[in-house]
């Protein structure tokens, strides 16, 4: 049984954390609002400037943040938010190749999060082939790197699925 000085003191702590959590989710909360914020001032400059070499630009600073809340979000575990985001980032960014590339790694890691091997490995699989195409070597050296360690994983998975398998059969012929 706590002593009330025990029960006192984990009750500080307690109301510290929730504090700190609150504080937290604020945080996040006005960051959400920036961004809503920055993003309608780019669709705004996007819809009034079509046909302007300042269009690019914008395009590209759209396309970057999205790709910074596709992160962001994957993180956070709001995966429908997270692909709604990489896809137009995806739509913005193909203008530009760097960024593109950069934004296939965050696109692999936000389907890593939700163990969809595949398609991460498909992401990685685009930004490599825009890397052949525009002479992107070192980018595509961190790529190859993260698709090696991908297929690694999902190795290891297939090995342990197999033996879960193979359990599973010699348990069956067990009962039989």
């Known amino acids: 049984m706590q002593t009330p000085v025990t029960y006192y003191k984990n009750l500080i702590s307690f109301r510290e954390c929730f504090g ?3 504080e937290l989710e604020e945080r996040l909360k ?3 609002e920036e961004n809503q914020k920055a993003d309608r001032i780019l669709k ?3 819809e009034k400037s079509e046909k302007k070499p300042s269009l690019k630009a ?3 600073l759209m396309g970057s943040n999205l790709s910074l809340l596709t992160a ?5 575990g709001m995966f429908e938010e997270a692909l709604i985001q990489s ?7 193909k203008d530009w190749p760097y960024s593109f590339v950069s934004h296939m790694e965050v696109e692999s890691e936000f389907y890593s999060a939700q163990e969809e091997l595949y398609l991460a490995l498909a992401s990685l699989d685009r930004g490599l082939k825009v890397c052949d195409i525009e002479g992107l ?7 190859l790197e993260d698709k090696l360690n991908l297929s690694k994983i ?3 998975i297939l090995l342990v699925s197999d033996s879960f398998f193979s359990l599973k059969s010699c348990e069956f012929e067990i009962n039989i």
């Open 20 to 22: 700190r959590a609150q």
């Open 30 to 32: 006005k960051i959400d």
């Open 44 to 46: 705004y400059v996007i």
């Open 58 to 60: 914008a395009k590209k």
């Open 72 to 76: 962001i979000n994957t993180k956070l």
């Open 87 to 93: 896809r137009e980032a995806t739509q913005l960014l």
């Open 137 to 143: 070597d070192i980018r595509k050296i961190s790529l």
């Open 154 to 156: 999902s190795e290891i």
